[in-house]
Structure formats: structure tokens, C-alpha cells
């Protein structure tokens, strides 16, 4: 009996270390169940090389799969059929260090879809379709020292889309539809020793002769030159940038110039306020009018009408004749000037090399009213110092930047009488006016 007792008092031990080794296996095949599912399906996670890799590459995947473990350091997501990367696409991997999108169909990164990817220092979108992407999200990835855009439909760059990016060595956009840079892109990128941008259909126009003066100078390698040609305009195209010849190129200017009404003469009612603005620049600047009244603004891209004052086919006006009738010499007539067309007018001169603006404030007064008193009072006293307007080969030009404020007086007999006077608003360019009664209209359109 005892020998008996003795042989069996070992299966309790052995049940029991028998217990201890299944819950070790059911704790094992948790942990595993546990890393099985924090990785996509389609997708291999693993480590190699001390980092957390996510394969999902050559899957065939149409979106990027969730569930990827939080601490995933390298992402790829090559060859697959995304369409496109929407906001939070990455939202689950903000450890993120490199991402591999390249051989998609993406045309679109929305914003946001690269913004929380803060740790980001590889991003491969090469071999895409992209044409709008999201640049203001590259302002959150400071990190980043390789950028593959190449091989994309790419037909602009944001002045400003580069500026966060001063630890980027190597920029490849090589291969895309762009036609011009903006000057200075480049200019953030102080730890740049790398670009591509070969094969691109540039303009080769005055926007472009920056690019190709700080490629000649920079210590950045830039490979491919040869490839780096001109699409247009017809008789340069084909030609290399770096051998492109000096062009005429000059920023904007601008001048709001008129003539003095007749001192004393009795114009009709419904007289024709008359302004030109005299534009220079290479290329031939665009010309855009500002127009704040009281009753809002209106902005017009000049010319809104033909030279016999009709609209021009395309544009909205309420008749055939628009209010404010902007001329393709610069000129901008107001017919009927009255109270309502009262307010601050401003030409804009933009071409490539930049812009230049001046403004002129109009105010419409009777003699003996408040706005006489204010805006009157004004003038003649600066008629007594000798300042305001003077006259030069029948052009009346302000003394001064500060003399851009024009009054129309109207008799309380309701025939109208004109004076130009200058007040002290400080402006940017020595603005003027033409005021024209109805009878010298003739004379301002023979310029045409």
C-alpha cells in the first residue's frame, strides 16, 4: 500500500505542470492571435534591421488598409491600385519614417492625408498620375531628406510649398507638366544637394530666367541638363535652358495720369469720369481694376469692353453698356458719375517678374455741405501752401505720394462743376485722374 501511495503521489505534480505549459501555450497563441491581427491582411509585418516594416506592396489594393500596428516605421505600399490618398490615410502610423507609394494610380493627396506623418524622412509618390496634391501638408514634415515626385502630371509649385523643408538633400520632380517656377522655390531648402527636374515643358519666358541664372551658380548637382528644354514659346522650343540667351524682362509700373477739366465751364448733367492707367512691364503686364463704392466692390480684368464702348462677348453687365467700361489702352470710363460711383478706384499691373498697384479716392461734393466743408478745406489749404495739383504738358500730376484724393464739386444749381484737388492719403504710386465732361469724351478714344 505504500509503495502504492508512493507511485502515485507524482501524477498531481505532473497534472499540475502539465496545467502551467497549456496556459503558456494559450498565452503564446494570444500574443500571436494578437500580432496577426494588428497587421492588415494583405499585408507582411514584421522587424528587420531594428525596424517595424509593413509590406504591403504588389497586393492589388485599391485604399490603404487599416489596422497596422502603432510602432510601424517603414511602409510600403508600391504597385498596388491606389486612386487616390484621402485625409487621415495614415492616421494609425505616426511613427512613420519612410513610405513607399510609388507605381499607384493616385491623382489626388488630399489635405491632410501626409500632415500627421511629423517623423517622415523617405516619401516615394513617383510613377503616379498626380495633379493635385496637397502641398501645405509638407509644411508638418520637417524631417524629410528625400522626395520622389517624378513621373507625375504636376503643372505648378507654390512659391512658399518648400519652406519647412531645410533638412530635404534630394528632390526629384523630373518628368512632370511643369511650365514655370516660381522665383525662390528653391531657396528654403539649405540642405539640398540633389535635384532632378528634367523633362518638364517649360516656358521659357521671363518667369523662368531666375531658374536658369541659380542653376548655373548653385552648388547643387543637377543632372540631366540637357534634358532641361524649352516647349515654348514655337521659336525657342527645343533649346536648353542654360543656353538660353538674355531676355528683355522688367517688372510692372503703373501711373493714374488725367487732364483738368475746364475751371469754370458748365458741363452737362451726367458727366463721364474718366481715369487711365499707364502700364509698363515685359511681358506686357495683365491689367485688373479694383473698384470699392458704397455698395461694394467690383473687380474687372481689363479690357470688359470693345472700343466702341459695348461689352465685350462673354462678359455679364446688365446692358450692352457696362457701368464701369474698361478700355484695352488702360482707360476706365465711368458714364453718369454720381454718388453711388463715389470711392477708392485701383489699377493692378501683374505679369511674371512680379505686380505694381496705384489708387485714386473719388469724393462727390456740393459747395456748402459736410463733404465740402471736410475735403474742401483740405484742398484749399493746400492750394495756399502751394501743394496739391500742377500742371505739366496738360497733365496734371500730384506734388506728392500723399495727394490722391479727388474732389467733385456740383453747384447747388445742380450744374455741375469740376475741380481736382489733392489730400493727404499716403499711397504706394503718384496716383491721377482724368475728368472728362461728356463733350471730351472724343478726345480721350482717338488713343485707340
Given at each position: 500500500?505504500?509503495?502504492?501511495?508512493?507511485?502515485s503521489?507524482?501524477?498531481?505534480?505532473?497534472?499540475?505542470?502539465?496545467?502551467?505549459?497549456?496556459?503558456?501555450?494559450?498565452?503564446?497563441?494570444?500574443?500571436?492571435?494578437?500580432?496577426?491581427?494588428?497587421?492588415?491582411?494583405?499585408?507582411?509585418?514584421?522587424?528587420?534591421?531594428?525596424?517595424?516594416?509593413a509590406?504591403?506592396?504588389?497586393?492589388?489594393?485599391?485604399?490603404?488598409?487599416?489596422?497596422?500596428?502603432?510602432n510601424?516605421t517603414?511602409?510600403?505600399?508600391?504597385?498596388?491600385?491606389?486612386?487616390?490618398?484621402?485625409?487621415?490615410?495614415?492616421?494609425e502610423?505616426?511613427?512613420?519614417?519612410?513610405?513607399?507609394?510609388?507605381?499607384?494610380?493616385?491623382?489626388?493627396?488630399?489635405?491632410?492625408?501626409?500632415?500627421?506623418?511629423?517623423?517622415?524622412?523617405?516619401?516615394?509618390?513617383?510613377?503616379?498620375?498626380?495633379?493635385?496634391?496637397?502641398?501645405?501638408?509638407?509644411?508638418?514634415?520637417?524631417?524629410?531628406?528625400?522626395?520622389?515626385?517624378?513621373?507625375?502630371?504636376?503643372?505648378?509649385?507654390?512659391?512658399?510649398?518648400?519652406?519647412?523643408?531645410?533638412?530635404?538633400?534630394?528632390?526629384?520632380l523630373?518628368?512632370?507638366?511643369?511650365?514655370?517656377?516660381?522665383?525662390?522655390?528653391?531657396?528654403?531648402?539649405?540642405?539640398?544637394?540633389?535635384?532632378?527636374?528634367?523633362?518638364?515643358?517649360?516656358?521659357?519666358?521671363?518667369?523662368?530666367?531666375?531658374?536658369?541664372?541659380?542653376?548655373?551658380?548653385?552648388?547643387?548637382?543637377?543632372?540631366?541638363?540637357?534634358?532641361?528644354t524649352?516647349?515654348?514659346?514655337?521659336?525657342?522650343?527645343?533649346?536648353?535652358?542654360?543656353?538660353?540667351?538674355?531676355?528683355?524682362?522688367?517688372?510692372?509700373?503703373?501711373?493714374?495720369?488725367?487732364?483738368?477739366?475746364?475751371?469754370?465751364?458748365?458741363?452737362?448733367?451726367?458727366?463721364?469720369?474718366a481715369?487711365?492707367?499707364?502700364?509698363?512691364?515685359?511681358?506686357?503686364?495683365?491689367l485688373?481694376?479694383?473698384?470699392?463704392?458704397?455698395?461694394?466692390?467690383?473687380?474687372?480684368?481689363?479690357?470688359?469692353?470693345?472700343?466702341?464702348?459695348?461689352?465685350?462677348?462673354?462678359?455679364?453687365?446688365?446692358?450692352?453698356?457696362?457701368?464701369?467700361?474698361?478700355?484695352?489702352?488702360?482707360?476706365?470710363l465711368?458714364p453718369?458719375?454720381?454718388k453711388?460711383?463715389?470711392?477708392?478706384?485701383?489699377?493692378?499691373?501683374?505679369?511674371?517678374?512680379?505686380?505694381?498697384?496705384s489708387?485714386?479716392?473719388?469724393?462727390?461734393?456740393?459747395?456748402?455741405?459736410?463733404?465740402?466743408?471736410?475735403?474742401?478745406?483740405?484742398?484749399?489749404?493746400?492750394?495756399?501752401?502751394?501743394?496739391?495739383?500742377?500742371?505739366?504738358?496738360n497733365?496734371?500730376?500730384?506734388?506728392?505720394?500723399?495727394?490722391?484724393?479727388?474732389i467733385?464739386?456740383?453747384?447747388?444749381?445742380?450744374?455741375?462743376?469740376?475741380a481736382?484737388?489733392?489730400?493727404?492719403?499716403?499711397?504706394?504710386?503718384?496716383?491721377?485722374?482724368?475728368?472728362?465732361g461728356q463733350?471730351?469724351?472724343?478726345?480721350?478714344?482717338?488713343?485707340?
Amino acid at each position: 500500500m505504500e509503495s502504492s501511495s508512493v507511485r502515485s503521489s507524482p501524477a498531481p505534480d505532473c497534472m499540475t505542470s502539465g496545467g502551467r505549459m497549456q496556459e503558456l501555450r494559450l498565452l503564446c497563441w494570444v500574443v500571436l492571435v494578437g500580432l496577426v491581427q494588428a497587421c492588415p491582411e494583405s499585408c507582411d509585418c514584421g522587424e528587420k534591421y531594428g525596424f517595424q516594416i509593413a509590406d504591403c506592396a504588389y497586393r492589388d489594393l485599391e485604399a490603404v488598409p487599416p489596422g497596422f500596428p502603432a510602432n510601424v516605421t517603414t511602409l510600403s505600399l508600391s504597385a498596388n491600385r491606389l486612386p487616390s490618398l484621402p485625409e487621415g490615410a495614415f492616421r494609425e502610423v505616426p511613427l512613420l519614417q519612410s513610405l513607399w507609394l510609388a507605381h499607384n494610380e493616385i491623382r489626388r493627396v488630399a489635405a491632410g492625408a501626409l500632415a500627421p506623418l511629423g517623423q517622415l524622412k523617405s516619401l516615394d509618390l513617383s510613377h503616379n498620375l498626380i495633379s493635385d496634391f496637397a502641398w501645405s501638408d509638407l509644411n508638418n514634415l520637417s524631417a524629410l531628406q528625400l522626395l520622389k515626385m517624378d513621373s507625375n502630371e504636376l503643372t505648378f509649385i507654390p512659391r512658399d510649398a518648400f519652406r519647412s523643408l531645410r533638412a530635404l538633400r534630394s528632390l526629384q520632380l523630373n518628368h512632370n507638366r511643369l511650365h514655370t517656377l516660381a522665383e525662390g522655390t528653391f531657396a528654403p531648402l539649405t540642405a539640398l544637394s540633389h535635384l532632378q527636374i528634367n523633362d518638364n515643358p517649360f516656358d521659357c519666358t521671363c518667369g523662368i530666367v531666375w531658374f536658369k541664372t541659380w542653376a548655373l551658380t548653385t552648388a547643387v548637382s543637377i543632372p540631366e541638363q540637357d534634358n532641361i528644354t524649352c516647349t515654348s514659346p514655337h521659336v525657342l522650343k527645343g533649346t536648353r535652358l542654360n543656353r538660353l540667351l538674355p531676355l528683355p524682362c522688367s517688372a510692372p509700373s503703373v501711373q493714374l495720369t488725367y487732364q483738368p477739366s475746364q475751371d469754370g465751364a458748365e458741363l452737362r448733367p451726367g458727366f463721364v469720369l474718366a481715369l487711365h492707367c499707364d502700364v509698363d512691364g515685359q511681358p506686357a503686364p495683365q491689367l485688373h481694376w479694383h473698384i470699392q463704392t458704397p455698395g461694394g466692390t467690383v473687380e474687372i480684368a481689363s479690357p470688359n469692353v470693345g472700343a466702341d464702348g459695348r461689352a465685350l462677348p462673354g462678359v455679364l453687365a446688365a446692358s450692352s453698356r457696362p457701368r464701369f467700361q474698361a478700355f484695352a489702352n488702360g482707360s476706365l470710363l465711368i458714364p453718369d458719375f454720381g454718388k453711388l460711383e463715389e470711392g477708392t478706384y485701383s489699377c493692378l499691373a501683374t505679369n511674371e517678374l512680379g505686380s505694381a498697384e496705384s489708387s485714386v479716392n473719388v469724393a462727390l461734393a456740393t459747395p456748402g455741405e459736410g463733404g465740402e466743408d471736410a475735403l474742401g478745406r483740405r484742398f484749399h489749404g493746400k492750394a495756399a501752401e502751394g501743394k496739391g495739383c500742377y500742371t505739366v504738358d496738360n497733365e496734371v500730376q500730384p506734388s506728392g505720394p500723399e495727394d490722391n484724393v479727388v474732389i467733385i464739386y456740383l453747384s447747388r444749381t445742380g450744374g455741375p462743376e469740376a475741380a481736382a484737388a489733392g489730400g493727404g492719403i499716403s499711397g504706394k504710386q503718384p496716383p491721377g485722374l482724368l475728368l472728362l465732361g461728356q463733350s471730351l469724351l472724343l478726345l480721350f478714344l482717338t488713343s485707340f
